[in-house]
């Protein structure tokens, strides 16, 4: 292996109930009710695969960039504040730049949120390549991103890669680029779930990932898994 591609939202920060909210909230403001649990398990696409669950493509057609900018402000006004990290973020990134293997973020969030978060979590120092929805037409579970991703960790290929994801959106996203996903199930996707969309292995979160580094298929010399 020689990197590392990490979702964020659900896989390195608690963010995707506050995300969730703010999207309800921005619908509600354009006259459209939503239920936050049907939201939440659309967290992990980014706008433009989202709204079309919940509004007419005339309307995404019409409005979406409107509603999406209008989303975006709140989340930042209302909801980044509110962040956290989950345990072992930092700790796992530098036990894999230990092992001689860079580190790469992909994110379905706007590449301002992705600094932001870096910021959070205090992994500036520790990143190699980031890529976000500004480098992607389209967002997971397209490939769009994770393509991005490959194309700035060249020349290594595909199979040397893997990604950590918490949503079946990563895994498929990360399928159709030719990756592997580990799992991590703190974003509150069922293991079953993540398990049907093709995720090699699965793990709480990334403390339990770091807990059992040694025997995962980060550790130096072992294979990865297809």
Known sequence: ???VIFDIDGTLLDSVDLHAAAWVEAFRH???AVAQADVRRQIGKGGDQLMPVFLPRERVERE???IEAYRSDLFKRAYLSKVTPFPGVRALFSRIRADGHAVALASSGKASEVAHYQDILGITDLVDVATSSDDADRSKPHPDIF???LGKLAPWKARDILVIGDTPYDAEAARKAGLPTLGVLCGGFPEAE?????CVAIYRDPQDLLDGYDASPLARGHAIPR
């Open 64 to 66: 979406g960039e409107t």
């Open 147 to 149: 393509e991005a991703a």
């Open 1 to 3: 292996m020689k990197a």
């Open 30 to 32: 354009f006259g459209v």
């Open 194 to 198: 993540l398990s049907a969309a093709g």
